[in-house]
């Protein structure tokens, strides 16, 4: 398999000189709840529904020092990032491995935040300091030089004193110090972006933001707005949504009585793209813990096994979106929303409109009549379908300048062009 780089336009990704549409699940907890046999179950699943990345963490949020792994193992000797455990490690090589076989990449998040910035969780260690982040990251970088993977410094924690940088900055130099020349974004805490937290840093090859889990959550699009237009131009890429079945969480992080469902993730995926996004990343609730009573308590109201987790709409439905944006050309696309004239809606209702070299793609959140501007483009009429988002088909459609959109974010519009050249990839805003 080969590596996945930025390309020239720095507007996505490339793998095998194709481009690469990044589908990734946030499996953060994959390394420590499951056992051999489950990962490999639950890699099967994600296989099977299209995502080609899975994200997880080495050393897992709050309790990698007080549960180990299925095998008994933990991350570290003495909690000391320069003594990593070689048994923790063989089981991280087997999941990469695993991965592979799969046709999946693995994103490897070197730590969560929480143990350089122990907010949210003050009983937790902070055990990195700028050198032995370094010693840990050339550790990294050594193991892992020439292997297909990506790497996520970070960890959803603020970057908000200069030492917290400092540890960040040499971990991911010391990864690269020792050939580990990879892919490399950085997780956020919610309602912030890594251009926020870090977003001068050399070794950050894309923007990624974090939406977040609250009731109020802006959408992933509002985030691709706010990151496209940036002067230091990079691809972006949500890379925490609400998480489906995630009780939406009201002020003091307190649960509203009301889960985040399919429509929320096919809506942040599929006007994030149109926005400008180079991909995007699922997330479930009861999967990035891997929930089971049987080996930890519930964490933020998860009340799924994840077996039957995995089989969610939503994770069912991505993989339709991947396979229609490449087959689309999803890396010409360019935000298009001054087409919309009529219809436009606004927040999480708000439609999208791009235009790549061959195709035009219209969706909605919501039924509505939609009027589109078509000037300029040499429409081939007969070609236009709609794309039904929830079960992957596809039936005939009228480009009229008025288009009635069936269904509560169901139906995503596509009509062929006969290849307007593309002049920029500057983003139109909202207005």
């Given at each position: 398999m080969g590596s996945i780089h930025v390309h020239a336009s720095k507007r996505f990704f490339v793998k095998d000189d194709r481009p690469f549409f990044y589908l990734a699940d946030t499996a953060w907890n994959l390394a420590q709840h499951l056992?051999?046999?489950?990962a490999e179950h639950f890699l099967t699943i994600r296989s099977r529904q299209g995502f080609n990345a899975v994200m997880f963490t080495l050393i897992p949020e709050n309790t990698a020092f007080t549960t180990p792994n299925r095998d008994g193992d933990f991350p570290l000797h003495h909690q000391d990032p320069a003594q990593p455990n070689e048994a923790w490690f063989a089981h991280i090589d087997w999941l990469f491995e695993t991965c592979h076989a799969k046709g999946i990449t693995p994103a490897l998040l070197p730590?969560?935040?929480?143990?350089?910035?122990?907010?949210?969780?003050?009983?937790?260690?902070?055990?990195?300091?700028?050198?032995?982040?370094?010693?840990?990251?050339?550790?990294?970088?050594?193991?892992?030089?020439?292997?297909?993977?990506?790497?996520?410094?970070?960890?959803?924690?603020?970057?908000?004193?200069?030492?917290?940088?400092?540890?960040?900055?040499?971990?991911?130099?010391?990864?690269?110090?020792?050939?580990?020349?990879?892919l490399m974004g950085l997780h956020t805490p919610g309602w912030s972006s890594s251009y926020d937290h870090g977003g001068q840093e050399a070794w950050l090859d894309y923007n990624g933001w974090q939406s977040g889990h609250m009731t109020n959550s802006l959408g992933s699009d509002d985030w691709a707005d706010r990151e496209y237009n940036r002067a230091w131009v990079r691809p972006i890429l949500e890379m925490e949504p609400p998480y489906e079945n995630h009780p939406m969480m009201l002020e003091g992080w307190v649960p509203s009585g009301t889960r985040f469902d399919d429509w929320r993730v096919r809506r942040d995926l599929y006007t994030s793209v149109l926005a400008g996004s180079c991909g995007h990343t699922y997330g479930c609730n009861d999967i990035w813990q891997f929930h089971d009573d049987a080996v930890h308590p519930s964490i933020t109201g998860s009340n799924l096994h994840w077996r039957e987790a995995a089989e969610l709409p939503g994770a069912n439905q991505v993989g339709h979106a991947r396979r229609i944006f490449e087959e689309i050309g999803f890396e010409s696309f360019v935000p298009a929303?001054?087409?919309?004239?009529?219809?436009?809606?606004?927040?999480?209702?708000?439609?999208?409109?791009?235009?790549?070299?061959?195709?035009?793609?219209?969706?909605?959140?919501?039924?509505?009549?939609?009027?589109?501007?078509?000037?300029?483009?040499?429409?081939?009429?007969?070609?236009?379908?709609?794309?039904?988002?929830?079960?992957?088909?596809?039936?005939?459609?009228?480009?009229?300048?008025?288009?009635?959109?069936?269904?509560?974010?169901?139906?995503?519009?596509?009509?062929?062009?006969?290849?307007?050249?593309?002049?920029?990839?500057?983003?139109?805003?909202?207005?």
């Open positions: 056992t051999r046999e489950e730590s969560w935040g929480c143990y350089w910035n122990n907010l949210w969780a003050p009983d937790v260690p902070m055990i990195f300091t700028p050198e032995n982040a370094r010693i840990y990251g050339e550790y990294l970088g050594r193991r892992y030089a020439g292997k297909e993977i990506t790497w996520i410094i970070g960890g959803d924690r603020p970057v908000s004193k200069y030492d917290q940088i400092l540890i960040l900055r040499n971990m991911a130099e010391g990864i690269k110090s020792q050939g580990a020349d990879q929303q001054s087409r919309i004239l009529e219809g436009l809606g606004e927040g999480l209702l708000r439609a999208r409109c791009a235009v790549g070299e061959s195709h035009v793609a219209v969706y909605a959140p919501t039924a509505r009549t939609i009027k589109i501007d078509w000037s300029g483009l040499e429409i081939e009429p007969e070609s236009a379908f709609w794309f039904d988002t929830v079960n992957g088909e596809r039936t005939s459609a009228r480009h009229d300048e008025s288009i009635d959109v069936p269904g509560d974010g169901v139906w995503l519009l596509v009509v062929p062009h006969a290849g307007t050249p593309r002049t920029s990839h500057k983003a139109e805003r909202n207005g």
